[in-house]
Every structure is written in C-alpha cells, then in structure tokens.
C-alpha cells in the first residue's frame, strides 16, 4: 500500500518531536539533577515517529484520552527497552527518582504535540492545503518551543547559580540542583549580602527614581507634541513629523564624549540629575512617534464635540483624548521604563560615585574576580524582576485601558 504525504509528514513530525523533547529533557534532568547524561537522541526520534505512525493511523473519533494515556505509558516503556533501561545514557536505577519523572515528562511532552499536531488529520490522501496546514502546525510548535526554551533556560540558570554555594559551584559547575532544605539565610546569603555590604538598596533606589523622572518627564512632553503634530496645522508640521526618529541615526558611542565634556562644565555629570536629562532626551522621539500614531487613530469628532460644548483645548486633551489613550500611554511608559532602567553607557561613563549608581552600573561592579559568581548572577536576578513586575501590572491596565477606551468610543 502507497504511503500518503499526510502519513510521511506524520511521521516527520513524531521524529522532530520526539528527538527535540529527549533532547530538551535531557537538558533540563543535567541541570536539576548534576547528572552527566547522554540523551538517546536518535532512539528518542524513532519512538516519537512510531508514536505518530500509531495516531495517524487510529481514527480521529478513537482518538481520546484513553488512546493518549496509552501511548504516553507505552512509549517510555518502549524507549527503555530498545536503550538496554538506559533511557538518559545511565542505568535507569541510578538516580531512579530523577530519571523516572524525566522519561515520563518526555513521554507526556511527545504525546501532546504530535495531539496537537495531528488533531483532524488521518492517514491517506490530502489536498495541498491540508498537507500545508500541518506543515505550518509543525513549524509554529517548534518556534514556540524553541522561543521558550531560550527565554526561560539563562533566566533558570541565572537563578540557580544566585543560590548555589561557592564551594558547590567550584565542585560542579554544570550543577544547578539546589537543597531546599537549608536555612533561608543560607539559601538566600547572595541576595542578602548584595543589600548589605554591596549597596544595592541604593542602586535600586537610585534606578527607581531616574527611570520613573524619565517616564514622567518624558510623557510630559511627548504627549502634547504627539497631540499637537496629530491634530493641529502649522508650518513645517510634515517634516517634523517625519523627522522626529532623526535622533536615532546618530549612535549613543558618538554622544556620550562630547556629552561627557559639556555635563562635566556644567556640574551634571557625577549626579542623577545629568542622567534625568539624557535618558528623555532619547525617549522623547520613540514616544512622540508611538502617541502620535495612536492620536491619529482616535474619532475627531469626540474632541469637536467638547470644543462645541465649550472646553478649552487642554480640556479636550484631559478629559477626553487621554482617557482613549490609556492604552498607547501605558505602552509608551513601560518601554520608556525598560530604556531608563536598562541603559547602561551613559550611567557608567557619568557616574563615578558609588552612592549614586543605578543598578545596570551596579551590577557591572560585581564583574570582578574578587567577587563570587553566585552575587553577580543575584545582582543580574534584581535588576530583571523589578521589570517583570512592572510589565505584568502593565499588561492588566493594558487590558482595562483597552476596554474603557472601547465603551466611551
């Protein structure tokens, strides 16, 4: 019997799968465990397009969740067996605890995508579209994974190493299991020493104060001029419209010295001030042409009404532009936040006294062979979770700005 195209890209896909999740499992059993494994990579492959073989072949409608849990119990089975019980490289009752989950894991993890993958087809001929559909199914899978797997594994280990010891880490650098059952204190002794003896309070409190100015002072200008170029007419109006991104073309390298030479007259370069005068400076540009933008796409006739009903300019803009706006407003705050709490060139060529260090200056601080690794990467942990929480709490008043923007539209 002649194998279909659907059948071939079936069993592609189980192959893909399976050896991509031995290999990811693997990966992650290593990390947790400190084990030195050799993921079946190839074996993994074979198992994970017999696995698709099977499900292409059973009817969509038998396709439930008995025939998944089958195959997610099978399929270790059979991995273990063709690798001799040595599923990761090692004997399966060395580290049992560890590598029992893992199989399982990879098993579980193979099972659902190909469900995803192979959910609506079935073995035998299929038109173009639907070969193509499950081609893009395959690929879109593959770049979510791979995404997630390059976002979140140096963010794992960045934190697994902040609570490792430093003797742990000398004996096993690949080693990013951790004792949970150590004293807090001891646990958490990198964080706790960044706050006590290397001043990161001050840096956190000094990266708050300038990237909040630099929201605030930033919004403050960008959202009349945005207003002014979206809705007013006056000479010159196109070409600062289009020239606002100017800035832009000139790279950071090539500003900072004749910068540095001009605060140093003036005063502002070792002091926070000079930094709250910069850092809008290259935010304002990317915030007038976000907001004006958004400007553009909000109803005129809103703002015609209230200036018939006998509000002033700045009234429209207060009470009814802004308020549409929450949405455009909070996206250009937090990306404005993110530059300002991020930046690094200018804080390390204008600031020279420790008590008025950011955190991205801070943090480059404790690049030092006189300090652990394990504080450099707790450093690197609380300059990055002050961003996630603030983007978290954005991405809800997102949501709720987009929604009161829809109901007074």
């Avoid at 605890?97 to 893992?102: D, G, R, Y």
Wanted: proline fraction near 5%; hydrophobic fraction near 60%; glycine fraction near 8%.
């Amino acid at each position: 019997m002649r194998i279909g195209a659907v059948t071939w890209l079936a069993l592609l896909c189980g192959a893909v799968w399976g050896g991509l999740w031995m290999l990811l499992t693997g990966l992650l059993l290593m990390l947790v465990s400190g084990l030195s494994i050799a993921p079946p990579v190839g074996m993994a492959a074979l198992a994970g397009a017999g696995a698709a073989g099977v499900l292409i072949a059973t009817p969509a409608q038998a396709r439930g969740r008995r025939c998944l849990f089958v195959l997610t119990v099978v399929l270790p089975l059979m991995l273990a067996t063709v690798t001799g019980f040595q599923p990761f490289g090692l004997p399966l009752a060395h580290r049992a605890e560890m590598q029992l989950p893992a199989l399982l894991a990879w098993a579980g993890l193979c099972i659902a995508a190909l469900h995803l993958c192979l959910d609506g087809f079935t073995a035998g001929r299929a038109r173009r579209y639907l070969i193509e559909a499950l081609l893009l199914r395959l690929l879109k899978g593959l770049a979510l994974v791979l995404f997630s797997v390059f976002v979140a594994l140096p963010f794992y280990v960045m934190v697994m190493t902040s609570l490792k010891s430093q003797q742990s880490l000398l004996a096993n650098p690949l080693d990013f299991s951790i004792d949970f059952s150590r004293d807090f204190t001891v646990l958490f002794r990198s964080y706790i020493e960044l706050f006590t003896e290397f001043h990161f309070g001050t840096f956190l409190a000094n990266s708050a104060i300038v990237s909040v100015s630099t929201v605030l002072v930033t919004l403050a200008f960008a959202v009349p001029g945005a207003y002014a170029v979206a809705r007013l007419r006056f000479p010159g109006r196109a070409f600062l419209s289009r020239s606002i991104l100017l800035i832009y073309m000139v790279p950071a390298i090539v500003l900072v010295i004749p910068l540095y030479a001009v605060f140093s007259q003036l005063g502002l370069r070792n002091s926070l001030i000079g930094l709250m005068v910069v850092y809008p400076a290259t935010t304002i540009p990317v915030a007038l042409h976000m907001l004006q933008g958004y400007f553009r796409g909000l109803p005129a006739e809103l703002e015609e009404a209230g200036l018939m009903d006998g509000l002033t300019r700045a009234q429209v803009i207060a009470k009814i532009t802004l308020p549409l706006a929450l949405p455009a407003l909070a996206t250009v705050s937090l990306y404005v936040f993110m530059i300002a709490w991020n930046e690094f060139l200018f804080a390390f060529m204008f600031l020279d006294d420790l008590d008025i260090f950011t955190l991205s200056r801070g943090v480059v601080s404790l690049n030092s062979s006189e300090v652990p690794r394990q504080h450099l990467m707790a450093g690197s942990v609380v300059a990055t979770l002050p961003v996630l929480v603030v983007f978290l709490w954005f991405e809800k008043y997102l949501v709720s700005g987009l929604t009161a923007g829809s109901v007074k539209g």
